[in-house]
């Protein structure tokens, strides 16, 4: 089932989108690397980071996904359930052990795991991260622990960058960051276990934001959006200059985040003049519509 959807599914997303782009993905089918990926699309998140690279892959993806009845289908398709206590319930975490148990065996094999470390969907697409969970720091410490440290697993942080994920013939970068050895942490992981997970996770976390368009106040994505769609050189969906190749577009709109992160601030007159008159014209436009 596997193997059958990673020779299909890349043939029919060519179609679904515009244009798909790569960056810094790894070039091998086998190896041991947690790929940790933003969520901006709860279905198609996991076909878009496992259908446009090399690696085999398994899905770390939430139990409910997992009824009786279609069982032997996740299974097939590499997916593994995470139990999560606000979804699931206390009575049902200790499930975890034996996913976490299968995630290892995997990166025992060689293979690797793609999970999302955001942990949910926000309900409106915003260019942005919400904090990044524990789990996939917990899952390679474990792997690590349980192979004596003599494994070279990885991490590698990923962004998914849409136009926008819910429209037809869309464009979406998939852009991955330099990979972590999870070997760097064993002094810090003697001294502390809790230290360790608390680090990786902070430095994943970190590279994720370099991969996206990540805008630190989520308030200020209406501003930073209204931007874009004026000057034509970012990933919004509608409003976008086609000569511009999708990876200058994608620098410009992550660099105009970084540009908002670094030097706005409510108290200047400047930028609250120039969010109210961006404002204003939007709100012209639409009512001419």
Known sequence: MYFFLRV?????????????KTLNS?????????FISNHPSAFIDPLVVANFQWPIFHFMVRSDVFKPWLKPI???????PIY????DGKE??????????????????????????EGYTDDVFIRSLKPIKKGPA???????????????????????????????????????????????YKALYDESPAKAHTKLTRDIELAMQEQITYIKEKSLAPFV??????????????????????????LYSKNLAKFFNANYTAEDAKWQDLKIETEGYFRDEKKKM
Request: hydrophobic share 40%; proline share 2%; charged share 25%.
């Open 74 to 80: 996740t299974w097939a398709s590499h997916m593994v």
């Open 138 to 184: 917990r899952i390679g410490f474990s792997a690590m622990v349980k192979t004596n440290w003599e494994l070279d697993i990885l991490v590698q942080p990923t962004g998914i960058n849409y136009g926008h994920p819910k429209y037809f013939r869309t464009d979406v970068l998939i852009s991955l960051g330099d990979v972590i050895h999870l070997k760097d």
């Open 92 to 117: 049902n975490l200790d499930k975890n052990a034996e996913s976490f148990r299968a995630a290892i065996e995997i990166l025992k094999k060689k293979n690797s795991l793609i999970m999302f470390g």
């Open 8 to 20: 299909v599914l890349p043939y029919l997303m060519r179609v679904f989108y515009r244009d798909v």
């Open 84 to 87: 999560r206590l606000a979804e």
């Open 26 to 34: 790894q070039k091998t089918f086998k190896t041991r690397t947690i």
């Open 225 to 250: 959006e209204n931007i874009q769609i004026l000057t034509r050189k970012g990933m919004n969906h509608f409003h976008h200059d086609r000569s511009l190749g999708l990876e200058k577009r994608y």
